[in-house]
Structures are given as structure tokens and as C-alpha cells.
């Protein structure tokens, strides 16, 4: 199991570090929800499950693409999809979403 998991680390960081990681595409984005939902709490994760729809089967990693598809299927929200922060990583929800076209 040791070993397993050293190889998924490593694979992890190469991942990271490669220019194309940018684009995580619906492998990236169910692999980080994977890991994602073994940090909730049992509260959260109850939370989440709740507002789940019928066809993601109590899987929050089954609806964590969905943000893709519908940016390429409402060519108007692919702005909305990406929060991009500044090179200093900090970010401000406030003044991010703040604006009118902002839905989410």
C-alpha cells in the first residue's frame, strides 16, 4: 500500500509541474474532488450528498465536471467557470464576485 501511494504522489507532482496541467479536463477536475471529500467532515460530507443530484449516486467526484460541460455547452459562462488569482495566490470573494454577470 506504501508503495501505491508514493507512485500516486509522485504522479501527482509531475502532473503539477508539466505547462499543460493548466487544463485539467474530467480526469483532474474527479481525481481532485476524490480527494476533496475525504477531507469533509461526516457533517459536510452529509451536506454535500444532500445536494447531490439522483445521478451522481452520493458521489460528489460525479458532478465535478460538470462546470466543463456547461461551458462549452453556454459559450456565454465559460467566464464564470475559472477563479484565476494573482501570482501572490491571494484571493477575494468579495470583489471576484461581486459582479452582476456572476450567477454562482
Request: glycine share 6%.
Given at each position: 500500500m506504501g508503495l501505491l501511494l508514493l507512485l500516486q504522489v509522485l504522479l501527482a507532482a509531475a502532473a503539477a509541474r508539466a505547462p499543460a496541467a493548466q487544463a485539467w479536463g474530467k480526469e483532474g477536475?474527479?481525481?481532485?474532488?476524490?480527494?476533496?471529500?475525504?477531507?469533509?467532515?461526516s457533517e459536510a460530507s452529509a451536506a454535500v450528498k444532500e445536494l447531490l443530484p439522483s445521478w451522481a449516486n452520493g458521489e460528489l467526484a460525479e458532478v465535478c465536471a460538470w462546470a466543463d460541460k456547461q461551458r462549452f455547452r453556454y459559450r456565454?459562462?465559460?467566464?464564470?467557470?475559472?477563479?484565476?488569482?494573482?501570482?501572490?495566490?491571494?484571493?477575494?470573494?468579495?470583489?471576484?464576485?461581486?459582479?452582476?454577470s456572476c450567477l454562482f
Open positions: 477536475h474527479y481525481m481532485t474532488c476524490k480527494i476533496t471529500d475525504g477531507f469533509l467532515t456565454w459562462s465559460s467566464p464564470l467557470h475559472f477563479a484565476d488569482t494573482p501570482g501572490d495566490c491571494n484571493f477575494s470573494y468579495a470583489s471576484t464576485y461581486a459582479l452582476p
